[in-house]
């Protein structure tokens, strides 16, 4: 049975499009058949951050529009095999969306692949609704700052009541919290919320936390999701996140700051 | 006498829409009034103004362009949609002023409100002293019907931007409101959670309304349009703490439960 996992988080510059890559590209190097959409029209940065940007000939929306077939705009990974991404349009505006048109897109999507990861853009409009309304499961993205959480509280409150689940009284939505950025030095200072004022605030279930890390940045100018750099942190986190996606007990690591070592003691870091 | 209607109490209220910059123009508050309720039982007109006339001549100032509520709920004819505007016409030749319905089918309140009149909803009724206990000397007892309340219980969390309405009754809430989230109830509010959002008891105008709730850390809370924001943290007898908020003599009152 294929899943439909939405990455979605309300405010925007949280990560959601890194967790998104790094998510599907995960699940792809774990054997499993992965597709990543672009929900983002007009931002369109997946594509950047899956470095497949020159390869985009069909988006999306041309396939909403009958203008493509999915397997003309589909775009295979250059390393994974089992993973796919559809890209966002540039150009197009929001109202290429339509309700029908998304889930035709997804049904057809559910019949070849296990998973379908849904890169919400940022908001509470149209594009962030139409990459949530056929979820299975969520990736809620935050940071851990009060506006970041306080989104993302927002967009629960969405996921419980305007998604396909919600309106049909089906099951809900599968809720996880993926915590990135998190900087444990600037939380032990007080400057961020810790993991558990997060929890307090928004009480679902905890998947990963994402620490930040140069590698990021790196790994997104270069075309490479960061879970394909293993000797990073986050690379690292990332990974953990998809073997507890697929069920498997991993403990939380990078919450706590880092012990200086005896030469930092002594020279400082 | 005759038993076409009945004259009763009921309490009511009245709610005014507060307007945002620049300046209130009004303000939003809530009140609780005493209405007259007749009781219509029959809806030949005729009668009705017999029976109505015949009471006004015995306490003139008393019903001198008194505001009534008409009840539709003991009509013998319940389907019966009445001529709302002849109604009207007549009740204000006998200095009565018709503001409005209760109880009723949905179009007998669909031609009232074309007749110009509001429909309220919720009110408990006091029985009126009865015409036949009026001879003895038991005019102070009053029964009261008061209107069965219905709680509504959510046990999701009520996430920021959300809303939850609970009409006619208490609202009881078993899992947080967070900052950003809004619940609302005609009666009193109970939160076995934390309440970081905002909270509105009585808002149709009950004064005994409550907001009772485990762990206070709200945004804003008001009973009956009485409202404190709380733009600081709170106090810290206050927050984080089980506590609630009542009206006391027309003053928000916000005390930790001992
Ligand atoms: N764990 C991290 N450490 C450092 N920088 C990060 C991390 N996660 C994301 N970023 C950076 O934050 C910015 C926004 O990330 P992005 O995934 O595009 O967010 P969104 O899709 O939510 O708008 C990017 O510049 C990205 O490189
Ligand atoms: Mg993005």
Redesign the interface.
């Given at each position: 049975m294929s899943k439909v996992i939405v990455v979605t988080s309300g405010k925007g510059g949280v990560g959601k499009t890194t967790t998104s890559a790094s998510f599907a590209t995960g699940l792809a190097m774990k054997g499993h058949k992965t597709v990543v959409i672009d929900f983002d029209v007009g931002l369109r940065n997946l594509d950047l951050i899956m470095g497949c940007e020159r390869r985009v000939v069909y988006d999306f929306v041309n396939v909403i529009n009958g203008e493509a077939t999915l397997k003309q705009a589909l775009i295979k990974d250059k390393t994974h095999d089992k993973l796919f991404i559809l890209p966002a349009s540039q150009t197009r505006d929001k109202d290429a969306f339509t309700k029908e048109g998304v889930e035709k897109v997804i049904d057809e999507l559910r019949e070849s692949f296990d998973y379908i990861v849904c890169d919400s853009p940022a908001g509470?409009e149209k594009g962030a609704i139409m990459a949530l309304y056929f979820a299975d499961e969520a990736l809620v993205v935050t940071n851990p700052e009060v506006s970041s959480v306080?989104?993302s509280?927002?967009i629960?409150?969405?996921l419980?009541?305007k998604s396909k689940r919600a309106e049909e009284g089906a099951e809900p939505i599968k809720e996880h919290l993926i915590v990135t950025r998190y900087s444990p030095e600037r939380v032990e200072s007080g400057e961020m919320l810790s993991i558990e004022d997060i929890n307090d605030?928004l009480?679902i279930n905890l998947m990963g936390v994402i620490p930040e890390s140069e590698s990021v940045l790196q790994a997104s100018n270069s075309g490479i999701p960061v879970i394909r750099d293993s000797q990073s942190s986050s690379g690292q986190a990332y990974d953990d996140v998809v073997m507890r996606f697929l069920g498997e007990e991993v403990p939380m690591r990078f919450l706590d700051a880092e012990k200086k070592g005896l030469f930092k003691r002594i020279f400082g870091a | 006498m005759q038993d076409d209607l009945f004259l009763e109490e009921t309490p009511t209220s009245s709610v005014t829409e507060k307007v945002a910059k620049p300046g209130p123009a009004v303000e939003l508050r809530g009140s609780v009034f005493t209405l007259p309720v007749l009781r219509l039982k029959r809806s030949d007109l005729g009668a009705i103004e017999e029976t109505l006339s015949e009471r006004i001549s015995q306490s003139k100032k008393f019903f001198e362009n008194a505001p009534v509520v008409l009840d539709l709920e003991h009509l013998e004819t319940p389907a019966e949609v009445l001529d709302f505007a002849a109604l009207c016409s007549l009740l204000r030749t006998l200095q009565l002023v018709p503001v409005g319905v209760r109880q009723g089918s949905a179009e007998q309140q669909q031609a009232a409100v074309e007749a110009g009149l509001a429909v309220l909803r919720g009110g408990s009724v006091q029985e009126a002293v009865a015409a036949e206990s009026k001879d003895k000397k038991t005019g102070e007892v009053v029964k009261q019907v008061v209107v069965p309340s219905k709680a509504l219980v959510i046990d999701q969390p009520v996430r920021s931007g959300q809303q939850i309405y609970a009409q006619g009754g208490d609202l009881i809430v078993l899992a947080p409101v967070n900052a950003g989230a809004e619940v609302i109830a005609d009666g009193n509010i109970h939160i076995y959670a934390p309440l970081r959002g905002r909270a509105l008891a009585g808002v149709l105008g009950d004064a005994s309304a409550r907001i009772i709730v485990q762990s206070m850390e709200a945004e804003l809370v008001s009973i009956a349009g009485h409202y404190q924001i709380f733009e600081e943290r709170l106090p810290d007898e206050l927050f984080g703490k089980s506590a609630q908020v009542y009206l006391q003599e027309m003053a928000l009152t916000l005390v930790p439960l001992r």
């Open positions: 509470i306080r989104d509280d927002r629960l409150g969405i419980a009541a605030l009480g | -």
